[in-house]
């Protein structure tokens, strides 16, 4: 019996699963939260790993493992490879204006064409840019530069040398400074970012772009001796997960809402507000994400003082369109479509509309509608859609998936609840350690969703977020 350990090292928490690589089967598991907010420091991610594999029962019998981690988020060191500052995450949005002013100094199509993403605030290279900006000192201790899952492989594998890092392809793509065609570093883009020139840029470590599915070293002793994949960003564990196929996008609803779909060729769209990522097979993973989520929930619950099932049932007996009512759910900013600046408002309330009913139901519909934003920005980058597979906490409501379908206009495909980042993340540690998951590692599904009627709530939200652009 083959086991194989897979990691989702998350924003919110890290999960592990161990997983039999014959029968698919996850065999233990375990889960250690994260500390909240945008800035974190690293040594928490490490802290919680060892906790969730203690809980999982340890590594020590597991052939491979490999991270899936969050993207975006930068992690910078020193000489000694000490952590400089906290990590800033994907969700900080202090780098806003850093993005715009790369933007106005090199304008979007060469950022498209470049690196197949326009700078927004989450990106890595935006938050290179703040740095170079407000924080001078630590610009100048910086020895090496990598992301979540770069620094949590480094630390598995138990080495202090920071010509160790290494990371793979997808979470590389979602720096802002890899090559979107070839994968490789464009040491020019890291030097304007950091205001420095090309030669000093050079000096500084990144981590290695390891090939799809190469073993990039193994595990300390401490987490078992296990041969180590080159792990991936989230979005691309959860494709890898789900085994997604071109056609057919995931539609992911956890604290950020994700489209994404895989692409035999990169996208460079300077105007869909997609990001052309690359997956973790030697694909791309052109995706629309967005920072408010099924957090939005969150917020009509507080509201009205009620609990999500108590939403759930409240919502299904609203109307069709709320009343009228349309939300633009923008309440922390937002990344698609780029408003950093944002905050949420609701229009057309009317006394007819103000129901407890159709308020609850809002909340839905606002969600929805801000994910067909999303897929309409992943079709305008040239990229066919006619299905997806909804996932994440918010897959769990019957209601937001009927909603979703009827405002997306597509079936939704739902399954069966699981850790799809981690999953895929073993997936790719099987692959690594020369196993093959067979059939017993597709996902199964619960149900699938066809559109009923049409919703009106996305004639309506459409120009009012154009309004916005």
């Known amino acids: 019996m083959t086991l194989v350990a897979g990691i989702d090292s ?15 089967k996850i065999v233990r598991q375990g889960k250690t939260p994260h500390p909240e907010g945008t800035e974190v420091a690293p040594s928490s991610w490490l802290e919680a790993f060892r906790e969730a594999s203690t809980q999982a029962g340890g590594l020590n019998d597991v052939a491979a493992l490999a991270v899936g981690g969050q993207q975006h988020g930068m992690v910078l060191l020193d000489e000694a490879g000490k952590v400089i500052r906290p990590a800033q995450l994907w969700n900080d949005t202090k780098s806003a204006a850093s993005a715009a002013a790369l933007i106005e100094e090199k304008g979007a199509d060469f950022w498209a064409q470049a690196v197949g993403s326009v700078p927004v605030a989450s990106l890595t290279v935006s938050k290179l840019r703040w740095i170079a900006d407000h924080e001078k000192e630590n610009l100048n201790r910086i020895a090496a530069i990598c992301l979540p899952h770069d620094w949590l492989t480094w630390k598995i594998r138990g080495s202090g040398d920071l010509r160790d890092l290494v990371t793979d392809r997808s979470d590389a793509s979602g720096t802002g400074y890899v090559d979107c065609e070839d994968g490789s570093y464009r040491y020019d883009i890291l030097a304007h970012a950091l205001r420095i020139s090309e030669e000093e840029a050079r000096k500084i470590i990144l981590p290695r772009i390891a090939d799809p599915f190469e073993k990039v070293g193994n595990a300390s002793a401490e987490f078992g001796g296990g041969i180590l994949g080159p792990g991936c960003g989230d979005n691309a ?26 692409a035999g060729h990169p996208l460079q769209d300077s105007k869909s507000g997609i990001t052309g990522f690359m997956d973790a097979t030697g694909k791309w993973l052109p995706l629309a994400c967005t920072i408010n989520g099924s957090q939005i929930q969150d917020y009509f619950c507080r509201i009205l003082g009620i609990n999500y099932l108590e939403l759930d049932e409240l919502a299904a007996k609203g109307e069709t369109g709320c009343g009228g009512m349309t939300l633009l759910p923008y309440f922390a900013g937002e990344r698609t479509p780029n408003l950093p600046e944002a905050t949420a408002s609701v229009f057309g309330m009317t006394p007819g509309a103000m129901t407890k009913e159709n308020f609850a139901r809002l909340a839905f519909e606002g969600i929805a509608c801000h994910m067909r934003a999303a897929l309409e920005s992943v079709r305008a980058g040239g990229v066919t859609v006619n299905k997806a597979m909804l996932i994440g906490g918010a897959a769990k409501s019957a209601v937001l998936a009927q909603i979703l379908s009827d405002i997306l206009q597509i079936p939704l495909r739902l399954p069966e609840p699981g850790e799809y ?11 690594v350690a020369g196993e093959i998951p067979g059939q017993n590692w597709e996902p199964q599904f ?10 009106p709530a996305w004639e309506r939200y459409l120009p009012l977020m154009e309004k916005l652009l």
Request: charged share 20%; hydrophobic share 45%.
């Open 237 to 262: 564990g959860a494709a890898l997960g789900l085994n997604l196929q071109e056609g057919e996008a995931s539609l992911s609803l956890g604290t950020s809402g994700v489209v994404a779909a895989v």
């Open 421 to 431: 980042v981690a999953k895929g993340a073993a997936r790719q540690a099987a692959i």
């Open 10 to 24: 998350s924003t919110q928490s890290c999960k592990v699963l161990v997983i039999e690589v014959e029968t698919g």
């Open 446 to 455: 619960s149900a699938e969703i066809q559109p009923k009627e049409e919703n």
